[in-house]
Each structure stands twice: as C-alpha cells, then as structure tokens.
C-alpha cells in the first residue's frame, strides 16, 4: 500500500477549507476531513484510479465527496505526493501552483 504525504501548500489549503466549513457550521470542517480521509485511504489502495489533469502527464484529480473540493498529486513510486487541495470552482484556474 502506498503513503500519502501533504505537502506544504496542501497543508495549507486544507486548514483553509475546514476553517471556512467550521466557520459556515460547526462541525463541518471535521466532515471534511472525513471525506478527506476516504479520499486519501482510496488513493493508497488505488494510486492511479483518478483521471489525470489536462496538460499534465502526472498530476492527477480526486474528488472529495460530499465537498466541493478535489485533491490534486501525483503517484510517486513510494507514495501519494498531494499539492492542493482545492475548491472545484478554483481548480480550473490558472496558477492554481500544480507544478
């Protein structure tokens, strides 16, 4: 089984987005780390089952269920490297930072 490591911008985003869930209601920002955590326990087991993002050859986008938001990384040979975790609607911008 391959490890998931956070790197620091996706360490980032993910206090951003579970301060602004808990913010909405309380609560909330734990659900998303359960999502986040189903997420992270399908790519170990399943390193490539996420389509790869246009105009990369490596990079890779998972879903977060439940939550408006998709996890970005790449499969490494000895782990799951994530770089961002953002929302949808930011996703698809430019210098979104996934080189």
Same mark, same amino acid.
């Given at each position: 089984?391959?490890?998931?490591?956070?790197?620091?911008?996706?360490?980032? %985003?993910? !206090?951003? &987005?579970?301060?602004?869930?808990?913010?909405?209601?309380?609560?909330?920002?734990? =659900?998303? @780390?359960?999502?986040?955590?189903?997420?992270?326990?399908?790519?170990?087991?399943?390193?490539?089952?996420?389509?790869?993002?246009?105009?990369?050859? %490596?990079? !890779?986008? &998972?879903?977060?269920?439940?939550?408006?938001?998709?996890?970005?990384?790449?499969? =490494?040979? @000895?782990?799951?490297?994530?770089?961002?975790?953002?929302?949808?609607?930011?996703?698809?911008?430019?210098?979104?930072?996934?080189?």
């Amino acid at each position: 089984m391959t490890e998931v490591a956070l790197g620091p911008r996706a360490v980032a %985003d993910l !206090r951003a &987005a579970r301060d602004h869930h808990d913010s909405a209601r309380h609560g909330l920002g734990r =659900r998303l @780390d359960d999502a986040l955590d189903e997420v992270f326990s399908r790519l170990e087991a399943f390193p490539r089952s996420a389509p790869l993002v246009a105009g990369y050859t %490596d990079v !890779r986008r &998972a879903v977060v269920r439940g939550f408006p938001h998709v996890v970005f990384y790449r499969h =490494r040979p @000895d782990w799951i490297d994530v770089l961002r975790i953002l929302h949808a609607a930011r996703s698809h911008a430019e210098g979104s930072g996934l080189t």
